[in-house]
């Protein structure tokens, strides 16, 4: 046995109903197999996935509400607070934080904005690099004899 002798399974070797051809097809000249007049009887029609054969579809019955600015820019909270516990942690390092000692930290991930705000306390002197930070967050990190660094976005 070889490939030219395989031959299809019994279900494989039914041929299509040819329609169109005659009254003794049984699909013959009147409808065609296709019912009586509407729309899918026609020639070229072609359903689009979405269509619901009249009812209202699902994208104009959902309500719609809310914007989405697409220019809008996410930055990650940091606390005070919480430089201050990652420190008494030695997870960062002491006198100066760059944003790559928050992302090895994990405070922040790669290609994150990040933004320090000022809950919680701080006593020790840092420098630290952000994009931006609250008021509350640069007096805090100011009265402990720190200073901020901002790194353009």
């Known amino acids: 046995m070889d490939l030219s002798n395989l031959k299809a399974p019994e279900p494989n070797q039914k041929k299509a109903k040819r329609i169109g051809r005659g009254q003794g097809s049984g699909r013959g000249s009147h409808t065609v197999g296709k019912g009586h007049n509407g729309q899918r009887a026609r020639s070229g029609f072609k359903e689009r996935f979405w269509f619901e054969g009249g009812q209202m579809p699902l994208q ?15 930055y990650v909270a940091v ?15 002491d006198p100066s934080i ?14 994150d904005l990040v933004k320090l705000l000022g809950d ?3 006593e020790t002197s840092i420098t630290i690099e952000v994009h931006k930070a609250s008021k509350s967050a640069r007096k805090k990190v100011e009265d402990a ?3 901020i660094v901002f ?3």
Not at 60 to 74: A, D, H, I, L, S
Not at 98 to 111: F, M, R, T, V, Y
């Open 98 to 111: 760059s944003l790559e000692d928050l992302i090895e930290a994990g405070l922040a991930g790669k290609g």
């Open 60 to 74: 104009r019955r959902v309500p719609k509400w809310g914007f989405n600015n697409r220019f809008r820019r996410e």
């Open 79 to 93: 606390n005070v607070g919480t430089i201050d516990l990652f420190l008494e942690a030695d997870k960062l390092e």
């Open 145 to 147: 004899g720190g200073s």
């Open 151 to 153: 790194v353009e976005n």
């Open 120 to 122: 919680g306390e701080i």
